[in-house]
């Protein structure tokens, strides 16, 4: 009992630890567009990747801003022997913490909150996402909190389907009147759901098998 106390209590331990680290780096790189972290346990050490929208403003001049974070990490986090890279976000529109970073920054700057959602919600859709969804939640336009949300597309809200293929992203957003949270939920492009099938005619089948067919000739002949 006690050893499955003390291997639940490393993982709760690990799990909190990855939090803080992902809460520091997201503090750190905010300006550059920060777009998720990913930190894998190697046999030489903790590697951590950020994906950024701007990696060079992570990287900093010859290097300096990502070692002064690496020695960061090493000193005030429990991470063996931690290495920081950094990776590109390809498709910015396509990735909810860059998006909501991005709504956050928009309300901030004086953008109404209808505008800055549906902007954010076109933009997501024309880049080539099955569905979003928005949700942003606090003092929009007064004292009370209220909650409006922007959806557009085919969205899922639980279960595997929604663990699986919704990219999921939170920021927050300071106003006189209060914070604003910003949640992003991305439907991914060329998401292929469960119940989604194709239906296949006789002649579809013949045609796939004589191309079938023609390919292993083919690879037979340059063998």
């Known amino acids: 009992m006690a050893a499955n106390k003390s291997t639940l209590r490393r993982i709760i331990d690990r799990n909190v630890e990855r ?5 520091f780096l997201m503090n750190n790189t905010k300006k550059a567009g920060f777009g998720g972290l990913d930190i894998r346990r190697t046999p030489t050490g903790t590697e951590v990747t950020i994906k950024a929208e701007r990696p060079g403003m992570v990287i900093g001049r010859k290097g300096k801003i990502i070692n ?3 020695k960061r990490l090493s000193e005030e986090f429990s991470l063996e022997n931690p290495r920081l890279k950094v990776d590109e976000v390809e ?4 990735n909810a913490q860059v998006m909501a970073e991005k709504i956050a920054s928009a309300m901030e700057r004086g953008w109404y909150y209808r ?3 549906h902007s954010a919600a076109l933009n997501i859709m024309e880049a080539g996402a099955r569905g979003v969804i928005i949700v942003l939640a606090g003092k929009l336009t007064g004292s009370r909190n209220r909650t409006q949300k922007f959806i557009r597309g085919h969205v899922k809200y639980c279960g595997e389907t929604a663990i699986q293929h919704m990219d999921r992203g939170y920021a927050v957003c300071i106003k006189k009147l209060g914070t604003i949270g910003v949640t992003v ?4 492009k060329g998401t292929k759901l469960p119940h989604e099938i194709t239906i296949y005619s006789e002649a579809d089948l013949l045609k796939q098998a004589e191309e079938s067919g023609s390919k292993e000739t083919a690879a037979e002949g340059s063998e």
């Open 68 to 70: 002064d974070l690496q």
């Open 19 to 23: 939090q803080l680290v992902k809460e």
């Open 185 to 188: 939920a991305i439907m991914r």
């Open 91 to 94: 498709d910015p529109a396509l």
């Open 115 to 117: 505008r800055a959602g």
